[in-house]
């Protein structure tokens, strides 16, 4: 028989557990790292003035921050798991103008921008951007969506415009 002798089984006894220790350390700093780099993307994306919402394939809400759930006059938990069709409505979008866009992004993974006025009692301008998201494979993972309240940008515009045609008239 060929035995090792006992000092030969000591010393991998010994790099199999430094090797472990090294192999749990190297885990938990994996961990800590991927805990900050979440941390920090929670504060990133919940200090964005825009709304931000993030559906998966089948259009269901995984994710809105702060600006979106006010926008939806709700909490960003009660969001989550909802069709985003159900959190356009509740923001004031018309059907006629989302569904569409909602299904072009879906469907051929083109990037959408809209700008809507929310419903007929509402005189907020709201730009929209749908893009769609990937997995490692390249395939539909569902979509990010942006909405921007472009109401005093626009408002301004249009005081710049009345006033243009103003002096053109005298």
Same mark, same amino acid.
């Given at each position: *028989?060929c035995?090792?002798?006992?000092?030969? =089984? +000591?010393m *991998? #006894?010994?790099d199999? &557990?430094? $090797?472990?220790?090294?192999?749990?350390?190297?885990?938990?700093?994996?961990?800590?790292?991927?805990?900050?780099? %979440? #941390? %920090? =993307?929670?504060i990133? &994306?919940?200090?964005?003035?825009?709304? +931000?919402? #993030? /559906?998966? $394939?089948?259009?269901?809400?995984l &994710?809105?921050?702060?600006?979106?759930?006010?926008?939806?006059?709700?909490?960003?938990?009660?969001?989550v798991? $909802?069709? +985003?069709?159900?959190? @356009?409505?509740?923001?004031?979008?018309?059907?006629e103008? @989302?569904?569409?866009?909602?299904?072009?992004?879906?469907? *051929?993974?083109?990037?959408?921008?809209?700008?809507?006025?929310?419903?007929?009692?509402?005189? %907020?301008?709201l730009?929209?951007?749908?893009t769609? =998201?990937r997995?490692?494979?390249?395939?539909?993972?569902?979509?990010?969506? /942006?909405?921007?309240? /472009? *109401?005093?940008a626009?408002? =301004?515009?249009?005081?710049?415009?009345?006033?243009?045609?103003? %002096?053109?008239? +005298?």
């Open positions: *028989t035995a090792l002798p006992i000092s030969t =089984m +000591v *991998t #006894t010994q199999a &557990l430094q $090797r472990a220790t090294a192999s749990e350390q190297a885990l938990h700093a994996e961990k800590e790292r991927l805990a900050l780099e %979440r #941390t %920090r =993307m929670s990133t &994306l919940e200090t964005i003035a825009d709304a +931000v919402i #993030t /559906v998966d $394939r089948s259009g269901h809400v &994710l809105l921050n702060k600006s979106a759930a006010t926008m939806a006059q709700c909490e960003p938990c009660e969001g798991d $909802r069709p +985003v069709s159900e959190l @356009f409505s509740a923001i004031g979008l018309r059907p103008l @989302f569904e569409p866009a909602l299904a072009r992004v879906q469907q *051929t993974g083109e990037t959408v921008q809209l700008r809507s006025s929310r419903d007929n009692t509402s005189t %907020r301008v730009e929209i951007t749908g769609p =998201m997995d490692a494979d390249d395939q539909p993972a569902g979509a990010v969506w /942006v909405l921007r309240d /472009v *109401t005093d626009v408002q =301004m515009e249009q005081e710049r415009s009345k006033a243009e045609i103003g %002096r053109a008239h +005298v």
